[in-house]
């Protein structure tokens, strides 16, 4: 029987890779690095065999998408930031049973998914990328990234995408370790202003909500911060409208969950954006 092992909120920001560049910003993120290690670390003692990304760079515009090539292979280099991200190389073994089976256990539950596999041109996307290169950097662990920028879904679907994952990974043979990869609040700074913003929240507000949704999830108020959910993606401009977050938490319990968050470290703010590590404990 398959395990739900590890359950994490994690950050992919660009600025990690600039950090391990020679320059001015060179060690500026070390500590989100280690965070992605930390979590990497514990995941091998748990016996994780796969990893679980649910992605807010794949955007998807009609149902939900999940990347189940057997193998995920490729040269990466972000359209979005071409500057920051480039011929990323990677090579990692994918889990095709596993992606398929969470697509029928979503679709049955009224939310249509499609596994793919068997589409080498289908990449992976650096909220996945970033993330393996430090938690997975001896690409020994198993990914299936799942499309978490879904366009135009209801909160109410993603919790359901979230129970047909821990469905599919408990009926399964895997131990399996799940990262929400996105951002807490996410305006990013106008045009004018972003290349001075590297280190700097853009709105005051975004950053006071952000601060109390993780003291939110650290003191274990899980159904207050669901319910107030569609309010924070909406006024703070939730990455991937936060689906990765209602994913997590749908595979978690949603409202019945009782756990606390542990931030793996401080709260930092990236190019107008609030980032964190934060572990959940599967219950
Ligand atoms: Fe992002």
């Given at each position: 029987?398959?395990?739900?092992a590890?359950a994490?909120?994690?950050?992919?920001?660009?600025s990690m890779?600039?950090?391990?560049?020679?320059?001015?910003?060179?060690?500026?993120?070390?500590f989100?690095?280690e965070?992605?290690?930390?979590i990497?670390?514990?995941?091998?003692?748990?016996?994780?065999?796969?990893?679980?990304?649910?992605d807010?760079?794949?955007?998807?515009?009609s149902?939900?998408?999940?990347?189940?090539?057997?193998?995920?292979?490729?040269?990466?280099?972000?359209?979005?930031?071409?500057?920051f991200i480039?011929d990323?190389?990677?090579?990692?073994?994918?889990?095709?049973?596993?992606g398929?089976?969470?697509?029928?256990?979503?679709?049955?539950?009224?939310?249509?998914?499609?596994?793919h596999?068997?589409?080498?041109?289908?990449?992976?996307?650096?909220?996945?990328?970033?993330p393996?290169?430090y938690?997975?950097?001896?690409?020994?662990i198993?990914?299936?990234s799942?499309?978490?920028?879904?366009?135009?879904?209801e909160?109410?679907?993603?919790q359901?995408?979230?129970?047909?994952?821990?469905?599919a990974?408990?009926?399964?043979?895997?131990?399996?370790?799940?990262?929400a990869?996105?951002?807490?609040?996410?305006r990013?700074?106008d045009?004018?202003?972003?290349?001075?913003?590297?280190?700097?929240?853009s709105?005051?507000?975004?950053?006071e909500?952000?601060?109390?949704?993780?003291d939110?999830w650290?003191?274990?108020?899980?159904?207050?911060?669901?319910?107030m959910?569609?309010?924070?993606a909406?006024?703070?401009?939730?990455?991937?409208n936060m689906?990765?977050?209602?994913?997590?938490?749908?595979?978690?319990?949603?409202?019945?969950y009782?756990?606390?968050g542990?931030?793996l470290?401080?709260?930092?703010e990236s190019?107008?954006?609030?980032q964190?590590?934060v572990?959940?404990?599967?219950?």
């Amino acid at each position: 029987m398959g395990k739900l092992a590890l359950a994490a909120k994690v950050t992919h920001v660009p600025s990690m890779l600039i950090s391990e560049m020679p320059g001015k910003h060179q060690g500026c993120r070390d500590f989100a690095i280690e965070g992605h290690r930390e979590i990497g670390r514990r995941a091998r003692e748990l016996g994780v065999d796969t990893f679980v990304v649910l992605d807010t760079h794949w955007l998807v515009n009609s149902g939900y998408h999940i990347n189940a090539n057997a193998r995920h292979r490729g040269i990466y280099t972000s359209t979005e930031f071409p500057h920051f991200i480039r011929d990323l190389e990677y090579d990692y073994q994918g889990n095709t049973a596993l992606g398929e089976s969470i697509a029928a256990k979503a679709t049955a539950k009224g939310v249509l998914t499609r596994a793919h596999s068997g589409v080498e041109s289908l990449g992976l996307e650096y909220g996945t990328l970033v993330p393996m290169k430090y938690m997975n950097e001896e690409a020994d662990i198993s990914v299936v990234s799942i499309g978490g920028w879904v366009y135009s879904a209801e909160m109410e679907e993603s919790q359901a995408v979230g129970e047909a994952i821990r469905e599919a990974v408990e009926e399964s043979d895997r131990c399996v370790a799940l990262l929400a990869s996105g951002s807490l609040s996410h305006r990013i700074w106008d045009n004018r202003e972003v290349e001075d913003g590297l280190f700097k929240i853009s709105k005051p507000f975004n950053k006071e909500v952000d601060l109390m949704v993780l003291d939110m999830w650290q003191e274990g108020r899980i159904a207050e911060f669901i319910d107030m959910l569609p309010d924070y993606a909406k006024n703070c401009s939730g990455e991937g409208n936060m689906h990765d977050t209602a994913m997590l938490f749908g595979a978690l319990g949603w409202d019945n969950y009782t756990g606390k968050g542990e931030m793996l470290h401080q709260y930092f703010e990236s190019s107008g954006t609030g980032q964190c590590n934060v572990v959940f404990p599967v219950m």
